[in-house]
Each structure stands twice: as structure tokens, then as C-alpha cells.
């Protein structure tokens, strides 16, 4: 048989073809490898996302139960019967020496170092800042609120009229915010001698400005404040003041909004 040849005309056309071919295959190949390269990533940086909003959405749900530092705390919203928080005592020089009551000179375990920071801070100021009330038990808003009704009933009221007062003056066993821990009724040593109380004309002393400028810095915001009265149901206090933690606290400040309405937002 005749041995076959390719002329040398021939042979360059098909190395030029051959040529071709294979630079399309490195082409198609290259955008495959970028397309599945892209797809995980992007897919990557979503879970990532959706995990990160999870994350976001279940630390605020959490600040927001009983115990939280957003937790709101009224007649709508009471404790668990069983809720205990986990408390610390406050030195005795940060309270006023009249408060012989130990019980109320202790505070949740985050908010007790940052009061006596405040009271320091306040003090280093020349502002003689002091805690007049702090954690309450259930059981001892219990006994003071059937004290309180027993005081309506002699003087007249009926059972139902009686409680009612009660509950106004004080607030149900349960549903107050002194029995998380959290808050702290505060006024200065001088202002409390000369009224005999805790009053609201606080608001009119330096103190109250000192605490208005400087508290959230420590994680604390005036709780029931007096343009929020149709919110949180609850009369102004200017000497109830409480913590959120210093971020929170901030931000509640810069919203204009008080806790009601920041724990929804």
C-alpha cells in the first residue's frame, strides 16, 4: 500500500484550526470555573447575612424578657412568679444614711458597679448624689402594698376602692420595676432632708441636671420622663433612673424615646 502524506499547506491549516479549538476550550472553560467560583460566594455571603440578622434579632428578643436590659416591667407586662435576679450589694456610702434597709441596698449584678461609678463621678463634681431606694423583693412590695390598702380602709374606703388607691400609689406585687434590680431612686443628701422625700421638684436642682447629662454614660436613662406620661402610665419621676447598659442607654438618649418605645423599635 502507498504510504500516505500531507502536503505542507495542509498540515499548517490544521495546526492553525487545532490551534483555534483548543484557545475556545481554555475561554469556555475560564468563565465555567468563574461561574461556579461566584455562585458559593455569593451564596456564602448570605447565609452569613441571614445568620448575622438572626443573631441581631435574637440578642434584642432576649434584652427584652424578664431580666433583660430593655425588659419593661408594668401592669401589662408583669415578672415571672418565679423570676430572681442576680444581685450585689452597693457599698453603704453610695446610699443615703437614713437607708438602713439592707435588701434595698443591693442591685443587679450589671448595674451595682456602674451606680457606684456614677455616684463618684457625681461626687468628684461637687454633686453629693446618693441612692435612696434600690432593689425591692416581691415579697416586700406584697407587704407594703396590703399596708397601703390597709391605710384606704380606715379611712373608709371600700376593699375594691381601697386596692385601687394602692395600686396607683404603688403599683401591684410583680408588675414594678424595683423588683428587677435595675433602677434606682436618687437624690442628693440635702434636697431629701429639706422636702423629707423624694420629690419631683428634683427636676429643678443641679443634681437632676448632672444626672440628665451624665447618667447614660453609665447606662442609666430617667425611666418615666415628663413628656412620656400618656406612654409609660406612670406620673413623672425625676429621681427614678434606670440602667440599660451604656450602648442603650446612648442610643435611647439620641432617639428621644423612652423605654416603651425603644424596646419595640
Not at 463634681?125 to 435612696?132: H, P, R, T
Not at 394602692?166 to 434606682?184: F, I, N, Y
Not at 451624665?214 to 409609660?232: C, D, H, Q
Not at 447598659?245 to 432617639?255: C, F, P, V, Y
Amino acid at each position: 500500500m502507498a504510504k500516505r502524506t500531507v502536503r505542507p499547506g495542509c498540515a499548517g491549516f490544521l495546526t492553525a484550526i487545532a490551534v483555534v479549538a483548543i484557545g475556545a476550550g481554555v475561554f469556555f472553560y475560564s468563565i465555567y470555573n468563574k461561574r461556579n467560583a461566584t455562585t458559593p460566594t455569593t451564596s456564602s455571603a448570605s447565609s452569613s447575612s441571614t445568620a448575622s440578622t438572626a443573631s441581631t434579632t435574637s440578642t434584642a428578643n432576649s434584652e427584652t424578657k424578664a431580666g433583660g436590659l430593655l425588659a419593661v416591667v408594668n401592669a401589662d407586662n408583669p415578672l415571672p412568679s418565679d423570676f430572681s435576679p442576680t444581685l450585689t450589694t452597693v457599698a453603704s456610702s453610695n446610699y443615703l444614711a437614713a437607708t438602713a434597709d439592707e435588701e434595698i441596698k443591693k442591685l443587679d449584678t450589671r448595674a451595682a458597679p456602674q451606680v457606684e461609678k456614677m455616684i463618684k463621678a457625681a461626687h468628684d463634681d461637687g454633686v453629693d448624689l446618693f441612692i435612696v431606694h434600690g432593689y425591692k423583693s416581691v415579697e416586700t412590695d406584697r407587704t407594703a402594698f396590703k399596708n397601703k390598702v390597709k391605710q384606704y380602709r380606715t379611712k373608709g374606703y371600700s376593699a375594691s376602692k381601697a386596692s385601687s388607691r394602692a395600686t396607683e400609689a404603688l403599683g401591684e406585687p410583680g408588675t414594678t420595676e424595683d423588683e428587677t434590680g435595675l433602677s434606682v431612686d436618687m437624690e442628693t443628701e440635702t434636697f431629701y432632708k429639706q422636702v423629707g422625700g423624694l420629690r419631683q421638684s428634683f427636676s429643678q436642682t443641679d443634681a437632676y441636671a448632672w444626672l440628665v447629662k451624665n447618667a447614660p454614660e453609665y447606662g442609666f436613662i430617667l425611666r418615666y420622663p415628663k413628656s412620656k406620661v400618656s406612654v409609660t402610665g406612670v406620673e413623672y419621676e425625676p429621681y427614678h433612673w434606670r440602667y440599660v447598659g451604656t450602648d442603650n442607654a446612648r442610643k435611647i438618649e439620641q432617639s428621644g424615646k423612652c423605654l416603651e418605645q425603644y424596646a419595640k423599635s
